[in-house]
């Protein structure tokens, strides 16, 4: 006999129908109560682990925003919020259960993140579910505005084809085609070796190896040596944040950098400035640099964020989450609505006004994709700057987004609106 | 292609020996006190922190000598303080303990220092190939295996030779027996728990020269020194010395064959010791 299982069943039964029934009760309830308060912008981005640096910047840069967003009277004339949750670095559970506390909990109104291209993917699905305006701040993964973009989800970096076919080019004609690839063993990795594999077929150049190396490897040295054997021209190196600086350390510690061009797509200051200044080498793509001194707005940025950042200058980091947060105030007060699918259609195809885009070409986000098409900074390193120990990169060449971007058509998106 | 293996494995010993340094730190705590000390790669990167921190004033041979001085002095407050309490407790205490010390460490190293790459540099001289054909032999990396193995042989010179090494090899085997003789052991753990973190802090110290310094430097690094430790077999130094070699070797290796397959090759090394021989290549039998 089990006396209390029916009963208890029953209890609970009725506990599940009483917490729902009070909730559907309660909800219109929450929302009035949230018209007359502020507008919250909810941000999901690595506080810990590998990308807890790049996570940090980003919401330094959103909070900047935030700041000015509400100097200048806020969100259709309401106070604007920041809430900001740790997603982890590498743990995608969290990051969604993260997600899940900042729309279910908080009631935000618009989501920022992530650093980690899968946690982006993550994201923009929950914000999909729930109906929400998503700024994808620095996951670069094509996916994201390609095969799984969402009306709902736009991105501020650019998507790693976009590196790759800006930076080719200029390595093919400079250093020769004859390429070795260190690919870090993840889809950022992979989309940027076949994006680099695609230009070599279309130009008559040769992959002479490549070797996957897991995230978060710390000694490449063997990696290096089989790289070395290969002979190639030009040593392509994919890694981010701290896979970089192993790699690049270590290559430059073997000599290599003296005897092949070692280069990649996507370089930050992060890496760089964590990098002994003899190590500070190579041909990259920057997706924002600090030192634009004809672009207009750019230097009130670069004060604005040595201020609250110990006196060091902003990176493409910082920039993202600007970006990010005041693209959220600039679709809602466009189109007059915190509704997420008036701003989403407000959007597209606008172009950001130049205290926002601090760029030259005029970024815009593209319709069909939601990706912004930015300016990308081709250069090389330079271990020190003549008039700032943070001035690391050389612009040698600045390329418009939508020149070296896949047409949309090729991308794989298929956009869904709602009804 | 046997010379791309060659250079493999003479570079897999020169990071197997690295390896071997860490994780002798680790077993030395292990085999005395039964604590698996997670917080062992916090230790590593406090102590590559501290070497940077103080190379500014004391150079960089300065700061290889006093920094892993100063990383085992806040190992020795942190096992009085905290550590001392779990001793002889269910060894869940212990784990949870080092565990929550192991994220404490690596936040406070980010609240001093920032989320950031620290660039450290080593001495130039040290950073040049000797050749170009064994363009892997740096000064650094040769430097690297000297120092791990001068620490190797001061540390079994320590433990055969010395009164102290006795008594920790002998509490090593019968903990109680060494206690009922009159050994403080108290002040023996204490003691052996400092050594144990000075080699972390002097693998902290020479790690920095070679990676990215940041807050999660240790906990990249702790993996292979644990897998190193299973497979020398729980117990043993010597062990925990050839596992550290093993584990360097078979990711070089390997990183000819399957490039992708390095750091999955030494979890099923582990996986081969323990079916084949599960008290470790040369650990004793029933010990744990």
Known sequence: MHPGKPILAGRRAVLVAATAGAAQVAAPFVRTARAAATVKIGMCDPATGTYAENGRNEVMGAQLAVDQINAKGGITGRKVELLVEDSTSADTGTAVQKTHKLIDRDHVDFLLGNVNSAMALALGQIANKAGILHVVTGGHTDAVTGTDCHWNVFRVCNTTRMETNSVASTLANKYGKRWYFLTPDYAFGHTLQIGFETYLKAHGGTEVGAALTPLGATDFSSYLIQAQAARPEVIILLQAGQDAVNVIKQAVQFGLDKRFHLAGAQQELEVLNGLPPEARIGTWVFEWYWKQPNVPHVSDFVAAIRQRNHGKVPTARHWFGYVGAWTCALAANGANSLDAVKMAKFLQGYKLPPEVALMPNEPYYRQGDNQLMPTLYVGHAQSKGSDDPEDLFVVDQEVKGVDVALPVDQTGCKMKWPA | ?288
């Open chain 2, 1 to 288: 292609m046997t010379q791309l293996v060659l250079f493999n494995v003479f570079n897999g010993l020169i990071i197997g020996a690295f390896y071997a340094l860490m994780a002798l730190g680790l077993s030395l705590i292990l085999n005395l006190s039964s604590v698996i000390n997670f917080a062992h790669g916090g230790f590593l990167a406090l102590g590559a922190y501290l070497a940077f921190a103080l190379t500014p004033y004391v150079g960089f041979w300065g700061a290889l000598l006093l920094s892993p001085l100063l990383t085992a002095v806040v190992g020795v407050v942190v096992e009085r303080v905290l550590i001392r309490r779990v001793y002889g407790r269910d060894p869940l205490y212990s784990l949870l303990l080092t565990f929550g010390l192991a994220f404490m460490l690596e936040d406070g190293l980010r609240a001093v220092w920032g989320p950031g790459t620290q660039p450290f540099s080593v001495p130039d001289w040290m950073q040049t190939p000797l050749s170009d054909e064994y363009f892997f032999l740096t000064g650094y990396r040769l430097f690297m295996v000297a120092l791990a193995a001068v620490a190797v042989l001061l540390l079994f010179l320590l433990l055969s030779r010395t009164r102290i090494g006795m008594r920790i090899r002998a509490g090593t085997l019968d903990l109680e027996t060494v206690s009922v003789l009159g050994v403080n052991v108290r002040a023996l753990r204490t003691l052996n728990f400092g050594v144990g973190i000075f080699l972390a802090g002097l693998a902290g110290v020479l790690a920095a020269g070679m990676l990215g310094l940041q807050p999660t430097l240790g906990t990249d690094l702790i993996m292979p020194s644990f897998v190193a430790i299973i497979i020398g077999g729980l117990g043993s130094l010597p062990g925990t010395l050839l596992g550290g070699l093993l584990v360097g070797v078979a990711s070089g290796v390997t990183a000819v064959f399957f490039p992708s397959a390095t750091e999955a090759v030494i979890y099923v090394l582990m996986a081969l010791v323990l079916l084949v021989r599960p008290r470790g290549l040369l650990g004793e039998e029933g010990r744990f």
